[in-house]
């Protein structure tokens, strides 16, 4: 399907929107003055009610709407990829300059500053992988300098489960967690809030259609069992993962809370931004037979640019604008999403609708580029200096990371993913 470039809309904010054109339509749940969350559509500075406008969609987009009552998408993921075109198809006429649904205005749509957003499915698992290939590096470097990267890192997608209940969307507090830790040179841990409070820069993956327990997915059907993307902020807790993580991985250094941006942006709505899967470098091996598939690799990876800003309790009183601490980009992810799915099924584990995939910290090979503290500031020892004149080595209370995604492309609308938000608060 090719994107609606020139069609314009009747909800006049949406024309030429950073984040929410009529090209993008990224589903999400919300609620208005203490309601029931129910599902809506982002366009421009408003949301379309989806339940509100039900007996504009017949036939599969009917069936689209209606999977996603209740507050959860669930349903609709399970759906999978004709009932979403569906409803993509129908919401571009319905949203589009000259629908009749503009004297429905009051009716429908929905001022987005009077709404509050949901983590918009009921997540029953949640996976996050290492495939951002420079964070690794980058973070390798700083414990094995010769040698950064462990011996399966080409060869397996590297990821570990992570806990689906402290999931949160955009807006959430962060309590800064407590944990044991082992301070520089002790040889027995302490116990208190962590010291080392960092964010790392990730895209979310929402799963749509599962698989049966005991069935992989192919790599060749991987793409259709994906429903869309968001982005997603894993709060680390440095000093309590440095003492945990051995032997089994990251536990409750990452536990605390997960932040999303609220709104699924589609697989369709990404499609102008797919692109072929950058080249391994030589000397690199290709990847095993079940995670190869010619057309994932020509169009699989997603051009997204990915950036992190910081605003400090002094920067906001000051009325300073938020601090750019990265700009990424989605590119650098070792493995497409596509394989992400095919491995993560290979075994027979069952995927979900609704589950959700963190990609990893996508950082980029030069300074400017980290997604993380911990690589901006090589594990503590250089200062971040702030505009205000503070500087930083992780965060302190009253910080405010912020990521936010754009997609642009020569001779299409640019489409951007909303923010992911969340401000740190005193250990309790
Ligand atoms: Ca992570």
Redesign the pocket.
């Known amino acids: 399907m090719t994107q609606p470039t020139l069609t314009r809309s009747w909800v006049a904010s949406a024309n030429g929107h950073t984040d929410f054109p009529l090209q993008n339509l990224p589903l999400g749940v919300f609620s208005i003055n203490g309601g029931a969350p129910r599902s809506g559509v982002a366009i421009g500075d408003s949301i379309l009610d989806l339940h509100a406008a039900i007996d504009e969609f017949s036939g599969d987009a009917r069936r689209a709407v209606e999977a996603t009552a209740g507050g959860q998408l669930n349903a609709f993921f399970e759906l999978g990829r004709g009932p979403r075109v569906a409803l993509r198809e129908r919401l571009l006429e319905l949203l589009a300059e000259g629908s009749p649904l503009q004297t429905r205005e009051a009716q429908v749509l929905h001022r987005a500053a009077d709404c509050r957003m949901h983590v918009p499915a009921q997540i029953n698992d949640y996976t996050?992988f290492?495939v951002g290939i420079e964070h690794a590096q980058n973070v390798g470097k700083l414990f094995r300098p010769d040698n950064p990267l462990l011996p399966n890192y080409k060869y397996v997608p590297i990821g570990y489960h992570g806990r689906a209940s402290t999931i949160r969307a955009s807006g959430a507090d962060v309590r800064r967690p407590k944990g044991q830790t082992l301070p520089a040179g002790q040889t027995e841990p302490t116990f208190g809030p962590c010291a080392r409070l960092d964010y790392?820069l990730?895209l979310g993956i929402w799963i749509g259609q599962g698989n049966e327990m005991g069935d992989s997915i192919a790599i060749g059907d991987a793409a259709d069992h994906i429903a869309g993307f968001c982005l997603l902020n894993?709060w680390?807790a440095r000093d309590i993962q440095a003492w945990e993580y051995q032997p089994l991985g990251p536990f409750l250094s990452?536990s605390f809370i997960t932040t999303i941006s609220p709104w699924v942006v589609t697989v369709e709505a990404l499609e102008p931004f797919r692109t072929a899967q950058p080249a391994r470098p030589e000397g690199d091996p290709q990847p095993l037979s079940y995670l190869l598939d010619k057309r994932d690799q020509a169009a699989g990876a997603l051009d997204i640019e990915l950036e992190v800003l910081l605003t400090t309790a002094a920067m906001r009183e000051q009325n300073l604008p938020a601090f750019r601490l990265a700009l990424s980009n989605s590119l650098h992810m070792y493995w497409t999403v596509a394989q992400l799915v095919a491995h993560h099924s290979v075994n027979g584990c069952q995927l979900q609708a609704g589950d959700l995939f963190?990609s990893?910290?996508l950082s980029g090979p030069q300074a400017g580029q980290f997604g993380s503290l911990l690589e901006m500031t090589e594990g503590g020892k250089k200062a971040v200096e702030l505009p205000s004149g503070e500087v930083r080595k992780f965060l302190e209370d009253g910080d405010e990371i912020i990521l936010r995604a754009r997609c642009r492309r020569e001779g299409f609308a640019s489409i951007g993913f909303g923010e992911c938000r969340g401000t740190v608060v005193a250990a309790r």
């Open positions: 996050d290492y790392e990730e894993d680390s990452k963190g990893g910290t």
